[in-house]
């Protein structure tokens, strides 16, 4: 509850855009594992990837583990890391602690927390939060490859865009700054955001994410099924809206005789021969492949000036913002969507 | 956890298709609450309506509640309540334990409790696990109600067939068996429906729910955000495969400047111009109904020959379902999710 | 948190005195558990034995499980049952609904539940429920003793009357409906019992509980700890007023070189040489048996006169309680002791 | 779980005794609380306080607060801090890696951890854990303060002296660095600790606490008592080992009629005449003061040598301890005790 998750290993996240430091404790992690920082680097630099401001790959954030860790290896003990921010608190966000930016946390933040929460940067709903995520998802998502679990993901579709095929290649789409499932496409994809850019607006997209190998068998069966406990985690990473398991949305249009998932028995080994439902039936995981897609929407912070009120004075108001801005975080959400799914997966399997 | 639900009020659920009974416990549940038995009555009757099977209005799911009220009035004491299951355990599912039906629980749950589960009708698995949610759900929509706040939701498609209007009319879609915005749609569902069972097949469809004068300032950060629950409940109710909020994975295709909800003072209240992002921004909600979608399949049992596996033989074989089977169950399925809605709802403002 | 205990079993427990039933419901419980009645009705059984009010052995409670056995097994989906109350709301109650018996909970459950709660018996706050937690700790108890680990207590002291000596008998201890470390002290303590019968008043004592072979290395370092979840559960247990481990408060009195247990090895085994902690250092068990002591008050209805108020004329009154009440209930708390430590173990075990 | 306290705020915990730095994350803390850091550092202070070793004042630890805090002010974020560990691992720690000190975790820990538990000064399970507690409950304990509610507590015993009289003076014992309630008992303890000091040897003792002004009502009625709360708190902290409301086990040798706390209409108000059940019936607060007795351990670190053995080896030995070992943390355990109340009672009273 809370800022919390997880019921074996608890997540706690913490941590405001232009605070002192954002971070997190993961409670009751598993003792006696080396950690592969060249790994956990990986995500963190893919984090920071902007496809479009720079070609030069990004450095991490600099992370500092304050416990559960000796000599690079875990102790059992909470694992709590903080990443310091570097700016600090500036006068560019005085204006919008007035004026509340559409499709932003800002207002109802500000009916929330009666105006005292901090606004610069977005406080603590900044996708800054993600770099705790990518930190505590990418050590879970370590312990799960020891186990031969691949967690791997690649944008879809950017804007009216989309990809038509799918990747099985989770190596590469793990390396990748910008995975996607047909190379080609990444350049029609950066095409759709540039020309967004140009008009000082922002697009969005859709993210498929992969977790193979993850064995049949886990879940629960009505409360905290295997898609509750995912889409719990999707929606928490800012600017997700939907969250679609196997054919999701589009299983609505296919007849049962479609959309059921047969079984057949391939060397020895139960199977389904389509994987319609994503790899859950009845919340649980049936030895498939789990498969869902995460909608994420424009960036709303956009240059285009935009109608909002001021809060204080309650008049309307127009805003322009200023800075820079990021027109599409699609490419670099993937790896929040696949460290929020290795932290699920992590837990539901015990936490270990 | 487990079969648990909620933070503030803990909803545990339990019972098999054809075990004597299914029932739940709402634990932390406020006193002083006079419950309206015929408003309760009418939310499970329309669980139990079958579009095509009867003409005729269905009697609500006998319930008997056994702790928590007195003289008609909640006690503060958790509130259990079960409802008896005529049926007994029949023969007609024997052939059930060795032959896993596609797209069912069946196959997972078998792994996942190595046999031990009773399949007789699903087991725990069963679309009837919905009545306990609906007893619960309704008791706790009458308290929101008497907030002001309405639930409510109603089919936008059946299979390939998709209603293109909103509702806004809560007391009739609540009222109605199956609730439609535009009531001519009924008719075209139903053919719909009616053409699939022709053929011995099944259709899906997509439900919208909308929360009415939830207040704004609902809801968490980042875990535990207002969709994060939402969702986490919706896939716990059988056959869902999609969530999104507001325009979901439509907005993906939106850019920023149509997706933004401006802001205006409309007489001296800060509303949203629009409702793309569905009442919730940052996690949290924003003053504007909360309206989310949701993909429920086609129903698994079909009458048509499946391929699939006999798990104990592990021989491929071919199954062939009998008895009544609905052929959709979207219409029905609007009470659950209504049902799921209030309770997450109840939650989110403290349980009280 | 509300009425459910537990976090990788679920133990959700409802119920009052004179309602229709009472019960609960484990979820996540093990599947595959084949129940042994005849073990279960014996817990059952001593927790109905009324030391002074007949000499013939008693019945176990009746109850009905709902879900989550089938065939005798368990199936893994939640287990639940009842109790049905053999009582109405009788009207001996009426005169309660304003004078509240001092040391019961009738004041702050007034105050709490502003006069909604159901005072027949003592509503939910009656000792009846320790019925709902005899069967699932038997049950989870039959879990624990097939992995070695026995439980069992006995009544160190009735009033001022205390047995000097220890049992690590727990057959023995198990199957006694008064179990006593020293048989000779079972007539002494039900003289004292009888003692404070014939004045129309209550004696309280103390409880030991041991809990054989648990392992070492279960528990969490600081929160959670095993005597954290111990102490949890003993003080929902009604009238218990005090917890404490090993020597507990006498530890206080000794120095620590008299206080620290001592390790040395054993056959090859590392055990501690005395047992002053009672199996717990670090708040994890260290190998040795938890040994744990629970101070009960005296049963707080007396039929002695007593100063209160009348709740709603806010007026003095004097209260004359009339009807049968047990003068000590000691001997029969400890089969709740022993039922409330099974569950803990079980769930510190990881539910299985 | 794990290392995460409370339902309405979760405070989750970090650190080891000799890495970077020990904290805390308080997750949903209330919003606009002005932060009254004299008042915090007056009880870091205390916590610090070693009776024997210094005269002169201790230095509050030195916390930074990483989230959840802007200008002074919380924003309703999870509120971060951390402290940092002024000693690195030193090499006189190095032998403890094999001998297990009797009375400590190390043993468990070992078992548990299968030996990646940092042993350095305690790990994780040092008495330090207690400075973030410390920060939390002060925190917490000025938001009640502000409501009205005090928390204090005092020294009862130390070793065979015992000190017969109650304090009702809240701000005298708050402010004391060794709180007694009879101040010529504070001479008898510190020549008691200095007693066992001389012999290398450790003395264990008794804490009363005590929360006024805590209102009736508060609690649950089985699981999740105040009592149940309280307790499992206490228990986390180090050398805890037993736990009474009120009278507690000197309860148990009274009589019903003595134990029962008869209540009478004072001034209009309804209150309990005498405390003996220490402000709790039923597991909700009755109105009167929440009174609890904490009994502390000897410490376990004594220079008297003591038999172990090596947990690699298997062999016996002889453990010798060096270095500076605090020979009574009573006084100091003091602050750790209220600091745990405050976070119970705030948590209990819905986080705000």
Redesign the interface.
Known sequence: ?????G?N??F?????SH?????G?M??FP??VKLDLPYIDMFLKRRNHKALYTTKRQEADNY?????V?DG????????F?IRNGDT?GKDYSELENL?R????????F????G???VSGG???SGR?TAPLTFAGSVARQILRDKGIEIYSYVV?V??IKCPVDSDNAKEMQMADFPVADESYKEKFIKEIES?AK?G??????IRCVIKNI???????????V???I??????I?A??????????E???????E???????QS?K?K??TNN??G????????SDVVF?V????????F?P????N?NT???EVLQLKGRHD?CIVPRATVAVESGAALVVLDLL?GK
Not at 1 to 5: N, P, S
Not at 295 to 302: Q, V
Not at 306 to 309: A, I, L, R
């Open positions: 509850m809370g800022a919390v998750f019921k290993i608890q706690a996240i913490f941590g405001e605070g002192p430091a954002i971070g404790v409670s009751s003792h006696g500092e583990i304050l416990s559960g000796k290896v875990t102790t059992g003990a909470p694992l709590a903080i608190r509340v559409p499709g932003h946390s800002d207002y109802p933040a009916i929330k927390y009666n005292f929460n901090d406080g603590h709903f939060l579709s804007g009216n967004a008009d607006d922002s697009v969005g997209g859709v064995p049949a068998g886990v879940g629960e069966p009505f409360f905290h099924s898609e509750s406990e889409a719990s985690m999707m929606f928490s800012p997700v809206k939907g969250v679609e398991f196997g054919k999701g949305f299983i609505t249009r296919m007849r049962g005789s959309a059921n998932d047969c079984y057949e028995v020895g139960i389904t021969v439902n994503g859950v039936t009845g919340g649980i995981t049936n030895g897609q909608a994420i929407k424009p960036t709303p912070s956009i285009k935009q109608n909002t009120v809060v309650k008049t309307n027109s015990g």
